[in-house]
């Protein structure tokens, strides 16, 4: 097959991607890549072993005169996101990726193109195999499953890599530092209730919340944008107080990590209110749409006559569901202090369900602080505790804290400045990283996150800026050189 990549800059990078995009590897199928970077390795007299997990490890000393300079460890992750077009016949276990030049862009053929952290990885491994570059010490983490669960930085052991600071090489837009990212853990609560038949006189309503954007539960949250769960859950509340509604079934979101964007719920209310609770929610509808008109201008609630359940939920129980909803928190729960701008702790009302005698209620908790994570995670538990709802907390990742005054990130600010005449943007994501999981087994490292500008990661629109590569190679050439002595 002919070379595509072949008069692209800086070449050493390129050759070894276009060699990784004929290697199948995604997520929880990495043996394939695992044995190419262990044959590359052997092929350039590189150090490398496989952890106990399953990352793969690769060594380099220091170029002579750089001895004294502190340990650098560069860390990307081997698997790809695995996603097509419909009509795009590929099988992500067998086939290559076909990439392509457009205009100042590589894409893949109809698939994903795995630059994402495909270039990372592959600017490690250039940086191991060459014969002229200045540098200290090296050593280069490629962790495993990272797109869909971070196994291998979660099961990365302590006391295996000797670097002091690290450079992660998996963000996606050249001329931005990121210093700081969230981490998370899952609260799910569940209420056991009682199943009553609902009484013969009253009148049965489905109500549909639709139209809200939702987005990414980190990157999105700061934005306004509402959240369905807690919207029917305000009706829910109100209705239940003023019109003795009953609640059959709720149905809201179904990702943790995305805001809600529609709910619905059959509730039962007594047939002389019928035409009083159903232009409750029609005035209701008006008051939230002015309340979100900015953010959501698209949300409706609907409301329609529907026919009566077989079973609605105990009134004590929905009483402590309602109230449990209404007191949980959702949003922004407290703003960074050292990044102006920066969400530092957030609390998503997920996904809702009420069936079959249970109320099941899953949130995300979100913090670059451990700390402030544990403090939203005891709110929500002390909500659904006055509740009597069973609390189980699952998946805890630990998060980043930005730290301004990082003796990497002066490095990076000074080189990055005398190379291209500026200063870098320096961000914090509130959303997870594997440094993250990284920083908590090697607290003493000093950690930067930098890449090439990507585009659409995660869907087969990704691309990645031909000239960015170049910039980011050379920034992290330049970086290596002058990394501080220890």
């Known amino acids: 097959m002919a070379r595509i990549l072949n008069n692209l800059k800086p070449q050493a990078v390129w050759s070894i991607f276009e060699d990784v995009c004929a290697v199948p590897r995604p997520s929880k199928h990495e043996e394939k890549i695992r044995e190419f970077i262990l044959n590359f390795a052997k092929q350039n007299n590189i150090e490398s ?41 590929h099988d992500f276990l067998t086939d290559p990726i076909v990439p392509r030049i457009v205009g100042e862009w590589v894409h893949a053929t109809g698939t994903t193109l795995g630059s994402d952290n495909g270039i990372g990885m592959c600017a490690s491994m250039a940086v191991l195999a060459s014969k002229d570059l200045e540098h200290g010490p090296l050593e280069c983490l490629i962790t495993f499953d990272e797109e869909t669960g971070m196994t291998g930085a979660f099961e990365l052991e302590g006391g295996v890599l000797k670097a002091d600071i690290l450079l992660n090489l998996d963000s996606e837009d050249h001329g931005e530092i990121f210093i ?11 209420i056991k209730y009682t199943e009553e038949a609902p009484d013969k006189n009253s009148a049965a309503f489905k109500i549909n919340i639709k139209g809200l954007k939702g987005g990414h539960s980190g990157l999105d949250i700061n934005l306004g944008r509402g959240n369905s769960n807690k919207i029917m859950n305000r009706i829910l509340w109100s209705a239940s107080k ?3 509604l009953r609640v059959s079934k709720v149905s809201g979101g179904n990702l943790r990590n995305a805001i809600p964007r529609e709910a619905e719920s059959v509730v039962t209310v007594a047939n002389d209110k019928r035409d009083a609770f159903a232009k409750f929610v029609k005035d209701f509808e008006a008051i939230v749409k002015k309340e979100l008109a900015t953010t959501d201008p698209g949300l409706t609630i609907s409301i329609e006559s529907t026919t ?17 909803v209404y007191a949980c928190p959702n949003g922004v ?36 602080v451990e700390s402030q994570k544990e403090d939203v995670a005891h709110a929500i538990t002390s909500a659904f505790d006055l509740a009597g709802a069973e609390i189980e907390r699952t998946g805890s990742y ?31 994501v509130h959303a997870g990283l594997e440094c993250g999981l990284l920083g908590s087994v090697y607290p003493n ?3 930067i996150s930098f890449g090439p500008t990507i585009r659409s990661p995660h869907s087969p629109d990704e691309k990645v800026n031909i000239k960015s590569v170049e910039d980011f190679w050379n920034y992290l050439v330049e970086t290596l050189k002058n990394i501080p002595k220890k």
């Open 49 to 89: 072993y496989v952890d106990k997990a399953g990352n793969v490890i690769l060594r380099k000393p220091a170029t002579p005169g750089k001895e004294n300079l502190k340990g650098v460890v560069m860390q990307s992750h081997m698997d790809m996101v695995p996603q097509k077009n419909n009509d795009t016949v």
């Open 180 to 190: 700081g990212c969230a981490g998370g853990e899952n609260t799910i609560a569940k």
């Open 242 to 244: 003023e019109f003795g």
């Open 308 to 324: 009566l359940p077989e079973k609605v939920m105990d009134t004590a129980s929905q009483k402590k569901f309602v109230n449990a």
């Open 333 to 368: 729960w407290e703003m960074s202090a050292d990044m102006i701008g920066l969400v530092e702790t957030s609390n998503n009302v997920a996904i809702v369900k009420v069936e079959n005698g249970i109320a099941q209620v899953e949130t995300l908790q979100r913090s670059s």
């Open 398 to 428: 630990p998060g980043w804290k930005p730290n301004v005054n990082s003796d990497i990130l002066k490095v990076m600010k000074s080189v990055y400045k005398n190379m291209y005449g500026a200063e870098p943007k320096l961000q914090a």
């Open 445 to 447: 490292w000093d950690m």
